[in-house]
């Protein structure tokens, strides 16, 4: 489960101060000494009880358009420094099942009992409210490919909560939680990691009754344009679309590939397509390959 760090210190500092002391020292969880200093400036952030509510009212005051930017990430999130570089800070909210919102937008809209990983490090700090509880998993990321329906060989370690000003460390790719609505209204505090790699590891929803891989939760921005062109018929979207399916490095965008060109084929040239892409050497593209082609079984059915 995610690591709890331990950081008695009675100091306050403004979000201006703890932004930029992130920025002067940096923030690398690989580095203990760097995890350690960011877990320090988020816990002198947290001391500060009123920063948070005067942030949101000062935004209100602005009108309507310096909310949307505010929480751009997100109607849950409220930004606390902008997106870029190493890091980046938030705030997120955590409604009650008691409350309007959760019971208009239902529990998913929150992420609530959605059993996911993340492919970052980020700190979290329990700032307002009773704070959420997460049923914790963790499970071996290099001993899965990624498909679909894949065992996911999770351990289940304990139910416990963000209670009021604990910090949790939470690890890229290993740690895995099912969030649980809290008592009432909670606030966290998060500091992001943002490393370059990020983007071409994969995130992942698991069925936890199952045991398996239910999602995967990261498309990049490079998938989406890729299935888009080809979609479009855009000029030599195609083509590309072939190269990479053939000699792209990452394996997820192999197989997007394979899949924006199956998505513009009919079913007897989808199904060749799938045929061949069941030999090939990675295990992610063999399993996925007989995953559409057992879909467009059912589909001739």
């Known amino acids: 489960m995610p690591r709890i760090i331990e950081v008695p210190d009675d100091t306050v500092c403004t979000l201006e101060e703890c932004v930029q002391g992130l920025k002067d020292d940096g923030f690398d969880p690989r580095d203990e000494q760097s995890l350690q200093n960011g877990a320090r400036w988020l816990r ?5 009880r009123e920063f948070l509510g005067d942030m949101l009212l000062a935004e209100l005051k602005q009108g309507v358009k310096s909310a949307e930017e505010a929480s751009s990430y997100g109607a849950q999130v409220v930004m606390l420094s902008p997106l870029g570089g190493e890091f980046f800070m938030r705030a997120n909210f955590w409604p009650s099942a008691g409350e309007h919102m959760f019971r208009a937008s239902g529990a998913s809209a929150f992420s609530y009992e959605l059993p996911h990983d993340h492919n970052f490090d980020f700190l979290t700090l329990g700032y307002f409210g009773p704070g959420y509880s997460s049923d914790y998993y963790e499970y071996d ?43 009432s209204l909670s606030v966290s505090l998060n500091i992001m990691h943002a490393g370059g790699a990020q983007g071409w590891l994969d995130q992942y929803r698991f069925d936890v009754a199952k045991d398996t891989i239910e999602a995967v939760l990261s498309p990049g921005a490079s998938e989406v344009f890729l299935r888009a062109a080809v979609g479009l018929g855009c000029p030599n979207a195609r083509d590309l679309a072939f190269d990479f399916a053939k000699n792209h490095v990452s394996e997820r965008m192999r197989l997007t590939a394979l899949e924006a060109q199956a998505g513009v084929l009919g079913m007897a040239e989808r199904d060749e397509l799938w045929r061949r892409a069941e030999s090939s050497a990675s295990k992610l593209i063999a399993a996925e390959a007989r995953r559409h082609r057992a879909a467009i079984e059912l589909e001739v059915v």
């Open 44 to 48: 002198q952030l947290g001391n500060d």
């Open 141 to 183: 990321y290099e001993a899965v490919a990624g498909a679909i329906g894949e065992k996911a060989g999770l351990r289940f370690v304990e139910r416990s909560t963000l209670d009021p000003g604990k910090i949790m460390h939470y690890r890229a790719s290993l740690d895995v939680h099912s969030q649980l609505p809290p008592e």
